[in-house]
């Protein structure tokens, strides 16, 4: 199964860039990158997603390697409302659990 | 729109006690599931389907039966709730990936304590 890999924990100050790495070094040709945020007490909500190109949105911006092993979402300027939990998956277009499975991402800390 | 709607939000069983956990999706979405989360911890799937009538297990399925008569429903039932199904449990739902972005939608989550 494609798994990903992510650091327990990362610290950024307030208005700085934030990058938060994802490695995915199984990932198959079909499967799309996607990061989610858990803020406290809430249900995690979507933020970007990819599949081969680097993609920005109002959000985030999300950078993919080029041999798509890895990924990293950037986020310009850290606010403290951006302090959350940081979910990479990743979803392939075949029905299957694997796409839908959560690792235990990266608490992203906001200092101000 | 509603977007998915849990209920209930709060949930005290005592042990042995069954349940069900609703969950709707106004959105035509095909793909449905079901996490759990225990604190400090992330997400695990207990079951999701991929349509209407097709359900199958996630990674934490024991303890837990789905079923998904209808595209807009799919109900998670405790059989017999024991402490170790203490959590907070989120629906969610998205359109085929490919189709639109395939985006997971969660619901605003339900905790349950099983005493």
């Known amino acids: 199964d494609a798994k990903t890999t992510q650091p327990n924990s990362m610290e950024s100050n307030e208005e700085e860039p934030v990058h938060l790495p994802c490695n995915h070094s199984t990932i198959s040709g079909t499967d799309y990158i996607h990061w989610y945020r858990q803020l406290p007490s809430q249900g995690p909500e979507y933020v970007i997603h990819?599949?081969?190109s680097n993609v920005n949105n109002r959000m985030a911006s999300l950078a993919i390697a080029e041999d798509r092993k890895s990924s990293t979402l950037i986020l310009h300027r850290a606010t403290l409302r951006d302090a959350a939990v940081y979910y990479c998956?990743?979803?392939?277009?075949?029905?299957?659990?694997?796409?839908?499975?959560f690792g235990s991402g990266t608490q992203l800390t906001v200092l101000p | 729109n509603a977007g998915v709607t849990q209920t209930p939000k709060f949930q005290v069983l005592k042990t042995g006690q069954s349940m069900t956990l609703q969950c709707a999706q106004d959105m035509n979405h095909e793909y449905m599931s079901w996490y759990r989360q225990d604190p400090g911890m992330g997400l695990r799937l207990i079951h999701y389907?991929?349509?209407?009538?097709?359900?199958d297990q996630g990674e934490v399925p024991n303890g837990y039966n789905v079923s998904r008569s209808t595209t807009e429903d799919f109900p998670l039932r405790l059989l017999s709730a024991a402490p170790s199904q203490t959590s907070v449990y989120f629906c969610?739902?998205?359109?085929?990936?490919?189709?639109?972005?395939?985006?997971?939608?969660f619901g605003e989550g339900s905790r349950l304590t099983v005493l």
């Open positions: 990819g599949l081969t």
């Open positions: 389907s991929v349509g209407a009538g097709i359900t």
């Open positions: 998956i990743l979803r392939g277009s075949a029905g299957s659990a694997r796409q839908l499975t």
């Open positions: 969610a739902s998205s359109a085929k990936q490919g189709v639109n972005t395939g985006e997971l939608f």
